[in-house]
Structures are given as C-alpha cells and as structure tokens.
C-alpha cells in the first residue's frame, strides 16, 4: 500500500529512544501512567488521559489529531471506578475520535470522528467506519465491520485485514518525514537564461527570480549551467 509522504515540523515533536513521535501540542494527562510500546504517533492536540487510569498503547499505532483515549469507567453506589485502557499492535485511530473503550485488539482500524462508547471491547481485525457512535459495552467480534449511529455490524472485512494493517501502519510510520528546510536560491544559478531573454532589460528580471529549494538537494551548479552576462553588443537601445 503506498502512502504520500506526510511531513511534520520536526521542532514540535519528540523522538523517543523506541522510536516514539510525539508531538508537543499533545495533551498528556499524568504521563507517568501511559506506555507506548514503540514507533507510535501521536499527533497534535491528541489527548491520553492517563491520570484516570493506566493506558496502554502498543507497537506501530497512531493517534491521528484531535483524537481522546480515556480509560473506561464504571459507576459503583460508592462512587466511580476507572479501569486501565490497552490497546494492541498496528491500530489506527482516526481524527477526532473518542475512545473509552476497555480493550482494542490488534491490527483495528477506527475512522474519523468516531465515538467508542466506555467499556467496549473491540476484537482484532475489526473495522469502525468514520462518524460511528458504538453504544456502552459493544463488543466487536473479529473481521466485521461497524458503522452508524448507533453502531452496528454492516459487513466484514477481508481476511487479510492483518496484512493490510501490518502494512499500512509500517508505511505510515516510514512516510511521517521532518520537514526539509528550504534555501532561496537565485533562479540564474539553477538554470541558464533563454537565448531569446539575452537583452539587458531581460537579463535584470531573470536574476529576480528565486526557488525554493531544498537544502539536501542543494548541489554546486555544473560549469555548463553558469550563465555568461550578455554581450554589450547584443544590448538594445533601451537596455
């Protein structure tokens, strides 16, 4: 599956020993209490509640922006009881989406804008399609698909739904780049000017033009690409 690369500024994210990117603008409530088991994303103005209980996230998942996971909870006549929140292998959560479940399997694939109700359980190789509201305490079996509100099954996924998010969150997590920074360089020492613009009047606008160019990229012009000013002769009256 190929991906487009997708490029973050590379100053407001944290890279940790295991491989982890975590942006900056992530809210993490009590950090002490969240694993990420490695290579994970977890994008801006993500929220991981982990001052409720302890959550656990495993390897080669991503939290898409703006997305919750809170751990469950229970309502007891003395009061309230959080449980602990883990999340397997190669899950991807879409932007937006809410997720109190008790347990996401491995290899699930949660759309967009998504609200997974508390205490739900989602079995691996599942598939919640964008804008799905699953009701308290769902439990989603193997290979189905859930959608609507309230969410219910509307068919299956393929049986290669392990491969495929096997790929498609290694691939993700390869095609995540730090953004390349750019250097104004002038358009005459790209490329050589037109015969047709080798006029005084033509040859001050082709130095006016500048590219963006990136840095890795950035290579000393070959003697061939060096433009010759053009001859005085050639210079029209009103050059």
Known sequence: MDLQDIYFDKSEYVETASGNKVSKQTVLCGSQNIVLGGK????????????????RVGRHCIISKRAVIR????????????????????VFIGE??????????????????????RRCVLKDCCMIEDNTVLPPETVVPPFTRYGGSPGVCVGDVPECMQDLMLDY???YYQHFLPALKFLLVPYS??????????????????????????HSQLVPPSPSLIPVPPNPSLSTGSS
């Open 169 to 171: 969150t290694r691939n």
């Open 71 to 90: 751990p469950p909870f229970k309502k007891f006549s003395k009061g309230v009881a959080f449980f602990p929140l883990h999340m397997g292998d190669h």
């Open 96 to 117: 937006g989406s809410v997720v109190n479940a008790a347990v996401v399997g491995s290899y699930v694939n949660i759309g967009k804008d998504c609200v997974i109700g």
């Open 40 to 55: 994970v994303i977890v994008q801006s103005d993500a929220i991981i509640r982990g001052d409720l209980a302890n959550v």
């Open 189 to 214: 020492q790209l490329v050589p000017p037109s015969p047709s613009l080798s006029t005084g009047s033509s040859w001050s606008l082709t130095l006016n033009w500048f590219l963006l160019v990136p």
